[in-house]
């Protein structure tokens, strides 16, 4: 069984956003919720200025506190090193959230997407409402619904569960590369078996010293970061399954 990993290289990303774009398309995610996300840091007196960009997501930690912490078995890992969620299973009590050392996991406190219910026109006569933007689109809740997302969980999360990223598991289950990683211009996610030497993961974390978030409490994530600034060259690749 290959067990996922992700190494981010920190030289390449440029903090364009794409990867949280790609991911809220590709599994819905509601407002005020972020399954991809990045740390800004701005460093420097202007005008010497620069930025520094720390994507974030699930590290789908190896000993992850959130299932240890889950009541109900809702929050659960699977054989390939996923940490997955089954919402049917979730009562909203919050303990993987309170757990999580890394604020990766969101609770839905009302029901997602309310805006896209509002059936009145931001200008009367003129615009159709977001309801009426929905239905055109042929969405289901949202214009941009993806269908896809149905296949392992609920397409849309409901109120009073958590959610947080899966890796794309739907995808995984396919031999796709998780969207983000597909989505990234820059190549600087990369997306493999960890327990395979010859996949790009695992030679990318032997030729550059890798660091991993919050790494002293024990939690072994499976998200790794490479380089800042090092001028060692390697081919660019999104990794993958061989």
């Known amino acids: 069984m290959p067990q996922y990993a992700m190494v981010i290289d920190l030289q390449r990303c440029v903090g364009c956003g ?20 990045k740390i800004t840091e701005t460093v420097g007196t202007f005008p010497d200025v620069r930025f520094h960009y720390l994507p974030t997501l699930c590290n789908h930690c190896e000993n992850a506190p959130c299932v240890r912490g889950c009541p109900t078995g809702a929050m659960h890992k699977l054989s390939n090193g996923i940490t997955m969620h089954d919402p049917d299973k979730c009562i909203g009590c919050k303990y993987c959230e309170f757990n999580c050392p890394y604020g990766v996991i969101y609770f839905n406190w009302r029901s997602p997407h309310p805006s896209w219910r509002d059936a ?45 990223c899966t890796f794309c598991d739907h995808r995984v289950e396919k031999n796709l590369l998780p969207y983000c990683v597909e989505a990234c211009p820059a190549d600087a996610r990369i997306f493999g078996d960890i327990s395979d030497p010859k996949s790009k993961v695992s030679k990318l974390l032997g030729k550059f010293r890798p660091f991993r978030l919050r790494e002293h409490l024990g939690t072994n994530p499976r998200v790794f970061y490479i380089r800042g600034y ?3 060259h390697y081919e660019a690749s999104k990794g993958g399954y061989k």
């Open 18 to 37: 794409g990867c949280s774009v790609a991911c809220r398309n590709e599994n819905n995610v509601p407002d005020g919720i972020y399954w991809s996300n």
């Open 120 to 164: 009145e026109p931001l200008i009367e006569g003129c615009t159709f409402s977001p309801s009426e933007v929905t239905q055109k689109a042929g969405g289901k809740a949202i214009p941009y619904y993806n269908p896809d997302r149905e296949e392992t969980l609920p397409g849309i999360r409901p109120k009073g569960v958590v959610e947080k």
């Open 230 to 232: 090092n001028p060692a």
